[in-house]
């Protein structure tokens, strides 16, 4: 018998979406099956992610909790159904699902922001300084393991590049652009790259500086996906264990909120440019 693979961040967070119309409509998971011809099992492993669902069974649902809002249901239906085809598919079983997780949302988004202040983001990163760092974990992991994940951190880069890609502002520490990670040559030919992509039309790079003092979420390592519908986004914060994904309402506000603050604080997008470059040329 095939083992079944759990069900991935994109079918969770459509079941978490319907649990929260179902309980905003006031109603039971019960009432729902009985609304719907079903049994509470089945909506209970829709909820779940562990069940697919149609369109068409979908959209019955949103009707039944009474959703006003077509163009959620839109989005909704967007995520229905499919098989497992994402790129990082082939990296299942092989490096940690959470790393898969962060594929299949940045894949699945429409513009991202990050906020790092010890490490540059890994959209960002160079195969040597990416490989420097996973060279690091406790314990330490095996070179094949290693270089997989190097692999699939270059291959996420796809979502900068070419015609259909993604427009990211990330916000990065003057910590970050001095930790040497792998050494000096390594920190020179990263900052150099992102000098480089820096530049592009659809990448905003901002520095926030020592001299910048206070700002909000200091120390924190986050990013943030936004969806084709607002209450689709996702927040993801870096943690020991591995990525931890947010998605209430509150949760979004609050750290969109964050996030406009933060980039306040950080230099302009041409003076955080000239700033990398002066650090290059101190190494």
Same mark, same amino acid.
């Given at each position: 018998?095939?083992?079944r693979?759990?069900?991935?961040?994109?079918k969770?967070?459509l079941?978490?979406?319907?649990?929260? #119309?179902?309980e905003?409509?006031?109603?039971?998971a019960?009432?729902a099956?009985d609304?719907?011809?079903?049994?509470?099992?089945?909506?209970?492993n829709i909820e779940?992610?562990r +069940?697919?669902?149609r369109? %068409?069974r979908?959209?019955?649902l949103?009707?039944v909790?009474?959703?006003d809002?077509p163009?959620?249901?839109?989005a909704?239906?967007?995520?229905?159904g499919?098989?497992r085809?994402?790129?990082?598919?082939e990296y299942?079983?092989k490096?940690?699902?959470?790393f898969l997780d962060?594929? %299949?949302?940045?894949h699945h988004?429409? &513009?991202?922001?990050?906020?790092?202040?010890?490490?540059l983001?890994?959209?960002f990163q160079?195969e040597e300084?990416?490989?420097?760092? +996973?060279?690091?974990v406790v314990?330490?992991?095996?070179?094949l @393991?290693? @270089?997989?994940r190097?692999?699939h951190?270059?291959e996420r880069q &796809?979502?900068l590049?070419?015609?259909a $890609?993604l427009p990211?502002?990330g916000?990065?520490?003057?910590?970050?652009?001095r930790?040497r990670?792998?050494g000096?040559a390594?920190?020179?030919?990263q900052l &150099?790259?992102?000098?480089e992509?820096? %530049? &592009?039309?659809n990448i905003?790079?901002?520095?926030?500086t020592?001299?910048a003092?206070?700002?909000? #979420?200091?120390g924190e390592?986050? +990013?943030y996906?936004e $969806?084709p519908?607002?209450?689709?986004?996702?927040?993801?914060?870096d943690?020991?264990t591995g990525p931890? +994904?947010?998605d209430s309402p509150?949760?979004?506000?609050?750290?969109?909120?964050r #996030?406009?603050l933060? @980039?306040e604080v950080?230099?302009?997008a041409?003076?955080?440019r000239d700033f990398?470059?002066?650090?290059?040329k101190e190494?």
């Open positions: 018998m095939a083992v693979q759990p069900p991935t961040i994109r969770r967070r079941g978490a979406e319907l649990r929260r #119309l179902r905003a409509a006031g109603m039971s019960p009432r099956a609304l719907l011809g079903t049994d509470r099992t089945t909506i209970s779940s992610g +069940f697919g669902l369109e %068409e979908l959209r019955r949103a009707a909790y009474e959703c809002d163009d959620f249901v839109d909704l239906a967007a995520m229905v499919g098989r085809t994402g790129w990082w598919e299942r079983g490096i940690p699902s959470d962060v594929s %299949e949302v940045e988004a429409v &513009r991202l922001r990050s906020v790092q202040t010890s490490l983001p890994g959209l160079t300084y990416a490989r420097a760092l +996973f060279d690091l314990p330490r992991l095996p070179r @393991e290693v @270089e997989l190097v692999a951190r270059l &796809r979502v590049t070419g015609n $890609a990211y502002t916000v990065v520490h003057e910590t970050a652009l930790m990670f792998g000096s390594v920190l020179k030919e &150099r790259h992102l000098v992509i820096s %530049e &592009r039309e905003v790079l901002l520095v926030i020592f001299a003092g206070g700002y909000p #979420l200091p390592s986050v +990013f996906a $969806a519908h607002p209450r689709l986004d996702t927040v993801g914060l943690a020991p931890v +994904f947010l509150a949760q979004l506000a609050n750290f969109r909120r #996030l406009d933060i @980039e950080a230099l302009t041409g003076r955080s990398i470059l002066s650090i290059i190494l």
